[in-house]
């Protein structure tokens, strides 16, 4: 079964660098999404990408994130300078089309352990 | 502002039990409606869609009703393998985008 996936799993970064996270969403998508969720907190909406670019964002993907499709397959988040409250599980989720229709499930892939010290 | 609203965990049952979530949200225009289980320190997982008919998978049942903002999980016969965080997840459409609105989840433990 196709599967969203990312790297690193875990990443550990000091306070004020940059980090990027990597992101493979399924083959046949179209639609890519960032969500973050802060330990024992709610899954947060991020970004959505189509088309090479941003669809919306939430008011969290500020000045310092950044997203891109560098190639037919990657999609990466970049945070600029990263802050301690940046510390967080980030998922990346890919879907078929936009919904509310058949094919519009989004699957999230394992995501990414930031740890910012 | 847009807000899903779940039953506050945890919820500790035996094996066998029938189990029931609750779920409400705010914004009316609200298109698509789902439960999503996620396992600790893994990612969510479609558990399923739920349709304003209402609609069933094995042991699991979700209702909707759109006139009240509200959305339930109903689970037969609790397995072990059911204890998970279980979040309840609306949508609704901006331009051009299909953002996913998650509730906090509440949190299943199944016991021998």
């Known amino acids: 079964e196709p599967e969203v996936t990312q790297t690193p799993s875990h990443q550990v970064t000091q306070m004020g660098q940059e980090v990027i996270l990597r992101c493979v969403p399924i083959?046949?998508?179209?639609?890519f999404y960032w969500y973050r969720q802060i330990l024992g907190q709610k899954v947060e909406f991020l970004v959505s990408?189509?088309?090479?670019?941003?669809?919306?964002k939430s008011e969290i993907f500020d000045d310092q994130f950044s997203v891109e499709r560098p190639d037919g397959s990657n999609f990466t988040l970049k945070i600029r300078s990263t802050k301690l409250e940046d510390s967080a599980m980030y998922f990346c989720?890919?879907?078929?089309?936009?919904?509310?229709?058949?094919?519009?499930?989004?699957?999230f892939g394992p995501g990414t352990r930031l740890t910012v010290l | 502002r847009k807000e899903v609203e779940q039953d506050p965990g945890p919820f500790n049952v035996p094996e066998g039990a029938t189990v029931a979530f609750n779920c409400t949200y705010s914004?009316?225009?609200?298109?698509?409606f789902f439960w999503y289980r996620q396992d600790c320190r893994k990612e969510p997982k479609l558990l399923m869609s739920?349709?304003?008919s209402g609609n069933e998978d094995g042991r699991f049942t979700a209702q909707l009703n759109r006139a009240s903002q509200y959305i339930s999980l109903l689970i037969r016969d609790s397995k072990l393998s059911d204890s998970a965080t279980y979040l309840c997840?609306?949508?609704?459409?901006?331009?051009?985008?299909?953002?996913?609105?998650f509730g906090k989840g509440t949190k299943l433990s199944v016991i021998p």
């Open positions: 989720a890919s879907s078929e089309v936009l919904g509310p229709t058949m094919g519009d499930t989004q699957y």
């Open positions: 083959s046949n998508h179209l639609y």
């Open positions: 990408f189509y088309n090479n670019e941003i669809s919306e």
């Open positions: 914004n009316s225009a609200s298109q698509s």
């Open positions: 739920v349709y304003s």
């Open positions: 997840v609306v949508t609704h459409s901006g331009a051009g985008s299909y953002q996913l609105t």
